[in-house]
Structures are given as structure tokens and as C-alpha cells.
């Protein structure tokens, strides 16, 4: 079955760290490009980083920028994201998925929930 | 930055009618324009991509147009499955920007 799954989210402190994880099966994760997408709750969605397939260029958006890192391992079929120095504001839904420019993001994890609090 | 809006923000509908959705963008993105829809609890499922190629497995009653700046999103018989939360997303140059999003709801 194609599929992404994500993990690695919960409770983590204003300040701490936390590592999340999207592995991919059923397709060849090293052709595609892919994104994390956040969505705080009760929020729209709010795209965070973007990889290219071979891991080559990376972006972030700004409010992320400096504190998360996106990273893949094709030959573990995994995404990552790095999220360090933690706010309040990060607390959202993270989703994972596989898209690129030209034709958007077809397939999507179910999500994870990072909550940052004290 | 690109900035996206969308409207309406909300609507309500009933089975069997046409909606249209559209959305704005600050500056020209060209065709780099996606649609979303997202129910409660769920991740988000790509209908349009290019602003208005339909995605495979995506009925035909959705469909996208327009280029440059302003674009649209239209369901030409909604259906019961269709009330969700609609997003547009460009894609042209980073950051790729979604819309707040269009809440269609049962009349």
C-alpha cells in the first residue's frame, strides 16, 4: 500500500527538542520530493519545509527557519524534521507529504501532534 | 512573500448545487496553483493541481481555472461527501503559501 506515516510527536517543553519521523512505503520515496505541512489547532494549513528527492536543496518557511532541519534517508524510505528551540506556536498537527511545484502534494500522512507547553 | 486569500470564507449549500470558490494571489504565480479539501480530522486531499489539471481518482464534477492572479475552484453538483474545508496553495517560489480556507457547510 503507498502510504506515509508519521511519528515522533507529543509533549515537549517551551525551548526543547523534538524529532519527527515520516516513513514511506510502497512507492520510491528516492524520486520524489517532499514537504512537511503544519496546522495548528483549529487553524489552516501552513507549509514548513520542502527536500528535494535527492536531499540536494532544502527550504524552509521563516517562521521555522534556523530552528527546524528537514532531512531524508532514501535508503531507510524515511523523512525527518528536527525541531529544536520550541514555542508555543509550533504546537500544531505535522503532516508529512510527497509533491513537488508542479503538481502539488498527492499524498499525505495522517498526521502527528506536537504540543508545546509547560 | 506571496499572500493567498480566498472567498468566500464560508458558504453554505445545499445537494445538488454549484459552488464556486476563488482565490487571490498578491502577485503573479503564473499556473503553480493547487486545491485542497480537508474534513474534520483528517489530512488534506489534493483535487487541482496547476490550477486546473484534475487529480487522478478526483470525480469530475471539480474543476479549477485561471492563471496569473486570480483562480477558481468549482463544484458543479455538490454532493453530501463534498462539505469540508476548501484550501488553495501556490507553489510558485517558496514559501508555497496556502489560503485560510473556505468553509462549505450543509444549508
Known sequence: EVQLVESGGGLVQPGGSLRLSCAASGFTFSSYEMNWVRQAPGKGLEWVSYISSSGSTIYYADSVKGRFSISRDNAKNSLYLQMNSLRAEDTAVYYCARGNRLSGSSLWGQGTLVTVSS | ?107
Not at chain 2, 474545508?85 to 508555497?96: G, K
Open chain 2, 1 to 107: 512573500d506571496i499572500q493567498m486569500t480566498q472567498s468566500p470564507s464560508s458558504l453554505s449549500a445545499s445537494v445538488g448545487d454549484r459552488v464556486t470558490i476563488t482565490c487571490r494571489a498578491s502577485q503573479s504565480i503564473s499556473s503553480y496553483l493547487n486545491w485542497y479539501h480537508q474534513k474534520p480530522g483528517k489530512a488534506p486531499k489534493l483535487l487541482i493541481y496547476a490550477a486546473s489539471s484534475l487529480q487522478s481518482g478526483v470525480p469530475s464534477r471539480f474543476s479549477g481555472s485561471g492563471s496569473g492572479t486570480d483562480f477558481t475552484l468549482t463544484i458543479s453538483s455538490l454532493q453530501p461527501e463534498d462539505f469540508a474545508t476548501y484550501y488553495c496553495q501556490h507553489t510558485y517560489t517558496t514559501p508555497f503559501t496556502f489560503g485560510p480556507g473556505t468553509i462549505v457547510d450543509i444549508k
